[in-house]
């Protein structure tokens, strides 16, 4: 079956500009994570989802920084008013449950660039 | 808090055997994960550890010591394709903590 898919894969934006990332995880996948990834640096979370709720917000950098879950499956992250320092490229994974040997699933990611 | 130390970059040789070793220091603990990840792609998953002792997948095996909070990675019969960053994770309640990953590079 397919992965979990992520868009765009590239996105250019301005500084003070919105941005939308999505992310589809793969079906029947339960729990969805987003995750950040500057250059050389290790993930950083973000965000957690268990079906449409978020118990774990606690990674979002600040309020310009939002997320929500549809359906239990399609996920939007979105940055207002981004900044230089979103440029990284955003990771979305997805596992079948959230129990703690659950394997994350990796989509290929959008880089962000914000000039 | 959390903290997730790994070395950042190893070298080594095709055909021989690598060690990349992980410390942690977390709040709570519920596994320890590997993934590799070739540059430009997203992680790929390697190995669970959640009990003591190791755990052996092919080529690759895994160790863990909770009373240590230690785990090293082995790799054993080096292939050039192995050449990528390989991240430590640390489940605690909900979410996996990274480490910044250990960039290897295997030369002919």
């Known amino acids: 079956g397919a992965g979990v898919s992520q868009s765009p894969s590239n996105k250019v934006t301005e500084k003070g500009k919105d941005v939308e990332l999505r992310c589809d995880p793969i079906s029947g996948h339960t729990a969805l994570y987003w995750y950040r990834q500057s250059l050389g640096q290790g993930l950083e979370f973000l965000i957690y989802f268990q079906g449409n709720s978020a118990p774990d917000k606690s990674g979002l950098p600040s309020d310009r920084f939002s997320a929500e879950r549809t359906g239990g499956s399609v996920s939007t992250l979105t940055i207002q008013r981004t900044q230089q320092e979103d440029s990284a490229v955003y990771l979305c994974?997805?596992?079948?449950?959230?129990?703690?040997?659950?394997?994350?699933?990796f989509g290929p990611g959008t880089r962000l660039t914000v000039t | 808090g959390q903290n997730i130390d790994q070395p950042t970059e190893m070298t080594a040789t095709e055909g021989a055997i690598v060690q990349i070793n992980c410390t942690y220091q977390?709040?709570?603990?519920?596994?320890l994960f590997w993934y590799q990840q070739h540059a430009g792609e997203a992680p790929t998953f390697l190995s669970y550890?959640?009990?003591?002792g190791l755990e052996e997948k092919g080529r690759f095996s895994s160790f863990l010591s909770r009373s240590k909070g230690y785990s090293y990675l082995l790799l054993k019969e080096l292939q050039m394709k192995d050449s990528a960053s390989y991240l430590c994770?640390?489940?605690?309640?909900?979410?996996?903590?990274f480490g910044t990953g250990t960039r290897l590079l295997v030369s002919p």
């Open positions: 977390t709040s709570g603990f519920n596994g």
């Open positions: 994974a997805s596992s079948l449950g959230s129990d703690y040997g659950s394997e994350q699933y």
């Open positions: 994770a640390v489940r605690g309640f909900q979410k996996l903590v």
């Open positions: 550890n959640v009990l003591d």
